[in-house]
C-alpha cells in the first residue's frame, strides 16, 4: 500500500496532497481488468452536448433518473436557503460496484479542444466523471497517487499530465471551475472549487464563501418547464419580507398591516375630500364620509381575503367611481338646490352605485365574466387604467394651485422621497419610499400649520374664518381663496366631531333610483371590472402565483359587486373595488402577507369607530390633498401602462392600438365637454368637464338617454375601455403578440385536479364546502 502523502515541488516546499478522492470503482483483488463485465473502456457519453444544447435534457434526465430536488438525504440534493442554486452532491458508488476505468488509455487528442481531459502519463491534475452531465471535470493543480484498495474494492483514478494545466490556459485562460453554461435553454452550472485555490496567471483574488468542493451548483430557475407559465425567470426566493400564507407573529403582522395601509392613506381617504365640498356638506359631513370609507374599506377587505381571489389586495373607493361620481354631482338637476343638497345627491349616488353594482355581481358569479376574458387581454386593459389617472388632469394641479405655496412643495417633496431617497434605509427600511405620501404631507401640514399661526394668511379686515361678508370687500375679495384653501384652522370637523360615531347603513335616507344615472354606473362597473382584472395578474406577479384563471377572475369580480352594494348602502359616495396603487404598494412594501392585510382591514374599521380620527383627516387643506393626487393618478397612469409588459411592445400593431385609444379618450371627451353654455358661470373652472352630461352635442327625444350617453362619452376611462376593445378583436394579431396566453389560463376541472400552483387562489376548506356547486370555487 503506497502511502498516501507524496512530495512535490513548490516554491522549494513540501506540500500534503489533499486526502481526498474520486473512487469510481473497482473490485476485489486488486486493480486491473480482471473480473471486467462488459466491454472496457466503457463508453461514457456527455449527458448535455457541447454543439448541441437541448433545454429539455435536465427535466428529461430527471425523470429517466427520479431524482428529486426536495428529497433530503445521505446522497439526495439539498436546496440551500440562502441562494437560488440547487446544491447537487454527487454520490459515492457502493463498494459492491464492479465499474472501473482504464486509465491508461490515451484519449482522442480531438477531445483535448473541447476541454476533456488527456490521461497522459505525464498529467498532473486530479479528474473526475462529472455526476450530473458524464463529463469529466477538473478540480484542482494538484497530483495524485495511484492507489489499489484489495480491502475495498476500489480503484482510485490518478492523471500524472503535467501538460494539462498549460493546455487549459491555452484553452480557456481561465480556471476551468468557473466556467459556467448560460446558454439559452440550459441550467446555469457552476463546479465549486475550494477556496484555496488562486489563478495563477490571472492574478483573479480568492474565491470566498464556496460551498465544498465536490459540489456542483444548479440553477433550476433559468427557464420554466411550463411552457403557459408568463414568468420563466422568476427566481425562487421572492425577496418578500412576508409570504402570501406566512405568520411570523401577531406583532410583526400589526406593522406589517399598519405598514401596507399608510402606504394607501392617499386612496383611501381624500376622495371625501373632493367629493363632499362639491356636494355642498360641511367638514362634519366630510368626517362623516370618511370615517364610513374606513368601515367599508375593511369590511370589505376582509371579505375580499377569504372570498374574493385571496389576493393581499386592498378594496377601497376606487378613482374608477370618482368621476362618474363628479357628473352626477354636477348635473343641472342639482344645481340649483339650496337645502339639503348634500343629502339628495348623496341619495342619487347610492342608488346609482347599488344598481351598478348588482350588475357587477351577476357579471361574476354568472360566468359572464369568465367569457369576456376571452375578448379583454393587456392591449385592452392598459390604456383602460391609464385613462383612469388622466382623466383627472383638469382637476388636479388647476386645484392644488388654488394654494401653490403648500402645494408646489408637497409635490416636490413626494418627488424627492420616491425618487431621490428611495434606496436610503432607516433601521433597515426604506421609509422615504414606503412611507411617501404620509411623510410628506405631515411635513407640509406642519409647515402650513405653522405659517398659519405666524399671520401669514391674515389680511386688515379679513375674517379668518372666511364669512360670506368677505367677498362684498375688495379687499379682501382677491385674498378669499388663499384664505380658505391655505389656511388651517378653517376646519371645524375637529369641534363639530363627537369622539365614538359607528357609521350605520342608510345613515343619509333611503337611496333614490333613476335610470340616467344607474345606466352610467353599469357601465362604470364595468370599468372597475376591467381595472381589477389587471390589478390582479399585476398582484399575482408580485406573490409569485400563477396568473389566476378565469374562474378565479370572476370571483373576485362577484364579490367585488357585492362589496359595492355595502358601499351603496353606507353611502360612502363611490364604489368599493380593487385599490390600483395597492399593486405598487405591494412592490414597495414587499409585504403580501394574507393575515396582515385582514390585521390591518381590522385597525381600520376600529378607527372608524372614532369620529375624531375622520376629523382629523377632514381638515387636511384641500390643496394639500390635490397635490398628493397629482402624484396618485400619475401613479395609476404608470401601472396601467406597466400591463403592456406581458405583450410584445415593439410590435406596431399593439403601438398603434394603444396611442390611439389614449389620445381618442383624451380627444372626444374634451370635444363633449365644450358645449357649456352655462356651467362656467355657476361651477369653478376645474369641474366644468365634469358637467358635460346635462348640456353635450347628443339629443334626441329621451332626455335621459342624452343624459347618459353624454356622461359616457366625456368619460376618459369609457372612450379608451371601447376603442381599445373594438381594435384589438378585429385586427389580426398572435397569441403571443397580444398577451392572450397569460390571461387565459386553464381551470381545473374537479378538486383533485387543483393545480397546487394556484392553491393560494382557493378557498378555505371549511368556506368552500358550502359552495361545491359553484363552478368558480374550485377554480
Known sequence: ?????????????????????????????????????????????????????????????????????????????????????????????????????????????????????????????????????????????????????????????????????????????????????????????????????????????????????????????????????????????????????????????????????????????????????????????????????????????????????????????????????????????????????????MRELQGAIIVGSLFQTILGYSGLMAFLLRFLNPIVVAPTIAAVGLMYFSYGFPQAATCATISVPQIILILIFSLYLRKISLFGHRVFLIYTVPLSVAIMWACAFFVTASGVYDYKDCSPNIPSSNILLDSCRRHVVSMKQCRTDVSNAWASASWVRVPYPLQWGTPTFHFQTSFVMVIVSLVASVNSLGSYHAASLLVNLKPPTPGIVSRGIGLEGCTSILAGLWGTGTGSTTLTENVHTLNITKMAGRRAIEIGAAFLILFSFVGKIGAILASIPVALAAAVLCFTWALIVALGLSTLQYTQTESPRNAIIVGFSLFISLSLPAYIQQYQPLSNLILPGYLVPYSAASSGPIFTTSSSFNYALNALLSLNMVVALVVAFILDNTVPGSRQERGVYIWSSPTPSDETDRDPTLSGYYLPKKIGRFFTWAKWVGS
Open 1 to 345: 500500500m503506497r502511502p498516501n502523502e507524496r512530495d512535490r515541488s513548490t516554491n522549494g516546499k513540501k506540500e500534503d496532497a489533499p486526502e481526498e478522492r474520486l473512487v469510481v470503482g473497482g473490485g476485489r483483488g486488486g486493480a486491473g481488468r480482471a473480473n471486467r463485465p462488459g466491454p472496457w473502456p466503457p463508453k461514457i457519453d456527455p449527458f448535455v452536448p457541447r454543439t448541441d444544447h437541448n433545454p429539455t435534457e435536465l427535466k428529461s434526465w430527471a425523470k429517466r433518473t427520479g431524482f428529486n430536488p426536495n428529497f433530503s438525504g445521505e446522497n439526495a440534493s439539498t436546496v440551500s436557503d440562502e441562494s437560488d442554486s440547487l446544491i447537487l452532491s454527487p454520490p459515492r458508488p457502493p463498494s459492491t460496484s464492479h465499474f472501473q476505468i482504464d486509465t491508461t488509455r490515451e484519449i482522442n487528442p480531438a477531445r483535448r479542444r473541447t476541454g476533456f481531459l488527456s490521461s497522459s502519463s505525464t498529467s498532473t491534475a486530479k479528474t473526475e466523471i462529472h455526476p450530473i452531465l458524464g463529463r469529466r471535470r477538473d478540480l484542482e493543480e494538484e497530483e495524485i497517487g495511484v492507489e489499489d484498495k484489495e480491502d475495498s474494492g476500489s480503484v482510485v483514478v490518478e492523471d500524472k499530465t503535467e501538460d494539462f494545466l498549460d493546455r487549459i490556459r491555452r484553452f480557456g485562460r481561465k480556471d476551468p471551475s468557473s466556467v459556467t453554461a448560460a446558454t439559452n435553454g440550459i441550467p446555469k452550472v457552476t463546479p465549486v472549487v475550494s477556496p484555496q485555490k488562486k489563478e495563477e496567471e490571472s492574478g483573479e483574488e480568492e474565491t470566498k464563501n464556496v460551498p465544498r468542493k465536490d459540489t456542483v451548483q444548479i440553477d433550476m430557475f433559468s427557464e420554466s418547464d411550463d411552457p403557459d407559465y408568463p414568468f420563466p425567470n422568476r427566481p425562487s426566493s421572492s425577496g418578500l419580507s412576508c409570504e402570501l400564507t406566512e405568520n411570523p407573529g401577531f406583532p410583526k403582522l400589526i406593522y406589517f398591516g399598519l405598514q401596507h395601509y399608510l402606504s394607501l392613506v392617499g386612496s383611501l381617504v381624500f376622495i371625501p375630500l373632493i367629493i363632499v365640498p362639491a356636494m355642498g356638506g360641511t367638514d362634519e359631513e366630510t368626517a362623516t364620509v370618511i370615517s364610513t370609507m374606513l368601515l367599508v374599506s375593511g369590511i370589505t377587505t376582509i371579505l375580499h381575503s377569504y372570498f374574493g381571489t385571496r389576493l393581499p389586495l386592498v378594496q377601497g373607493s376606487s378613482f374608477v367611481y370618482l368621476a362618474p361620481a363628479l357628473v352626477i354631482i354636477n348635473s343641472e338637476d342639482f344645481r340649483n338646490l339650496s337645502e339639503n343638497k348634500f343629502r339628495h345627491i
